[in-house]
């Protein structure tokens, strides 16, 4: 293995507990309260079993990761994907607990995930797994308790799934156990862009304080699904230019400016934004190095290491994804006076929407999609000022440790009042 491939492959929770441990020596927490804090209170592993269409019983493994509920119940996505680890998982409800606190909701963190292809199973395999992975949890989620949502690889349908199978199994009528859902069982239609309207809006305010506005600015974004394709239409709606996107075959590059539109279609007809007829053709990692003012990284973790960060040539980093950067990637890019959005603060606008989403179902479908995309854009600059603000303050600390110094307060101030550290 090479020295990059070990950095791909190394263990997200060992590189969220190093971040949490430099916000630690700035709160002046000691090691008791930081291992309070990076410790999740519950992780559940299941075996989720189904009858594949040739009769054959398949099994996989789940995991559902409850971080820290001092703020409010946990809160986060289930992903399936071939390579979900229990300490990945683990890490990702991390992140929720701070991103939750960051945003003000009323929530801690969760995550979800089963370690399956998604690809490789029948429409009908995949709802059994759905199915049969809530039967497996539901005694440990609810509307007060864990509310999960969508993540990598799982959509509107699965939730839809999930919920009837809740509903079957507990006897609860509860829509509010989780989000993410179609419009016709609770769902609101903000939900569907409400991360990519987040990460643009984002990177439209750090653009103001960073770059001097965001009109004209050249754009790269690794990720080309659910969140990079609406992040790129947003982008294009506020006076920039996408230049370069890529998914996981490959990426496409043109100074000139691409056709976000004809993007989406090309992708839709041909599997990859890759067979796009203009511009150049790249990979991934060529993209992730190429001139731009603004680089979103919406793909995976870890993208960005120790071995590229010196190599990027953007002058603002928008965090799309869930960890795209390593800790030492961070030290670099502070130390090149590029400015870097965190993923706790940039992507929050799913949370937010599911947010939105979840008290709508419980206060009787109330608020309309205008109102709930002006209270998602509202939270997100009342997070932005705030991180914005520390950062000041600080002095000489990044985005990051500003936002992390913001969300770790609020949930050591929750524990310390209930008794917890």
């Not at 304080?209 to 004209?216: A, C, M, Q, T, V």
């Not at 934004?273 to 793909?299: F, H, Q, R, T, W």
């Not at 947010?355 to 995309?373: D, H």
Request: glycine share 10%; charged share 25%.
């Amino acid at each position: 293995m090479t020295s990059v491939e070990e950095v791909l492959t190394s263990n997200l929770y060992t590189q969220q507990t190093k971040k949490l441990y430099k916000i630690g020596e700035i709160l002046g927490l000691h090691e008791d309260q930081l291992a309070a804090l990076s410790t999740p209170e519950r992780v559940i592993q299941v075996k989720v079993q189904i009858r594949g269409d040739g009769g054959v019983i398949k099994t996989f493994t789940g995991w559902r990761s409850q971080h820290n509920s001092a703020l409010g119940p946990y809160k986060g996505g289930v992903r399936y994907h071939p390579n979900v680890t229990q300490d990945e998982v683990i890490a990702l409800s991390m992140i929720m607990t701070w991103k939750n606190s960051l945003l003000q909701l009323p929530y801690g963190g969760g995550k979800g995930g089963i370690r399956v292809d998604p690809k490789a199973l029948s429409r009908e395999e995949l709802e059994q797994l759905s199915r049969n992975f809530i039967d497996a949890i539901y005694k440990y989620i609810g509307s007060n308790i864990d509310i999960p949502a969508p993540d990598v690889n799982t959509d509107s349908q699965i939730m839809s799934w999930f919920l009837d199978e809740y509903t079957k199994i507990s006897g609860k009528i509860d829509p509010a156990t989780f989000t993410g859902k179609p419009v016709e069982l609770g769902g609101l239609a903000v939900r569907e862009y409400s991360t990519g309207l987040g990460v643009t809006h984002t990177a439209k305010l750090a653009a103001d304080k960073f770059l001097g506005g965001i009109e004209g600015r050249r754009v790269i974004i690794q990720g080309f699904g659910n969140l990079g394709s609406y992040a790129a239409k947003f982008f294009v709606e506020n006076g920039a230019e996408v230049i370069g996107v890529s998914d996981s075959k490959g990426g496409v590059i043109d100074p000139k400016g691409l056709d976000v539109k004809k993007l989406e279609e090309v992708k839709k007809a041909t599997g990859s934004v890759i067979n796009y007829p203009e511009g150049k053709k790249v990979s991934n990692d060529e993209l992730l190095i190429s001139d731009c003012d603004i680089l979103v990284p919406a793909a995976l973790e870890n993208v960005i290491h120790k071995y590229n960060a010196p190599k990027v040539k953007a002058k603002l980093i928008v965090e799309g994804a869930n960890g795209p950067l390593t800790a030492d990637a961070d030290s670099m890019l502070k130390e090149r006076n590029i400015p870097v959005v965190p993923d706790i603060l940039a992507n929050s606008g799913g949370v937010v929407g599911s947010y939105v989403e979840w008290a709508n179902n419980r206060m009787g479908e109330i608020i309309g999609e205008e109102e709930a995309k002006k209270l998602i854009l509202n939270r997100m600059e009342m997070a932005f000022n705030a991180v914005y603000n520390k950062y000041n303050s600080l002095g000489d600390q990044d985005l990051r440790t500003a936002a992390m110094v913001v969300a770790v307060e609020r949930v050591v101030r929750a524990m310390k009042i209930r008794g917890l550290i």
